[in-house]
């Protein structure tokens, strides 16, 4: 089982991307209720859909920074002599 971050970074990290990646969901849902006439003001939807790929990706940057940071931890301890 995956213990629990205890390095503050990671924690920031994991916040982040969830919070990142909660944002691009609203933002996806407001791009779908912009979009869902005829006519609609393209500009918007183009400003929404690089917002949400924006964060899309460094959310999944952050999960990766958090994910580098548990494995060198758990590196770390496999390694030690103290085992």
């Not at 205890?6 to 991307?17: G, Q």
């Not at 959310?59 to 548990?70: E, K, P, R, S, Y």
């Amino acid at each position: 089982m995956m213990e629990a971050p205890h390095n503050p970074f990671a924690i920031a990290l994991v916040v982040f991307t969830g919070f990142s990646w909660l944002v691009a969901i609203l933002l996806w849902l407001v791009r779908s209720q912009v979009t869902d006439y005829e006519v609609y003001d393209v500009a918007t939807a183009h400003a929404l859909g690089s917002w949400i790929d924006i964060l899309v990706v460094s959310g999944a940057a952050a999960a990766v920074g958090a994910l580098t940071i548990m494995g060198v931890r758990r590196e770390l301890r496999r390694a030690s002599p103290d085992r």
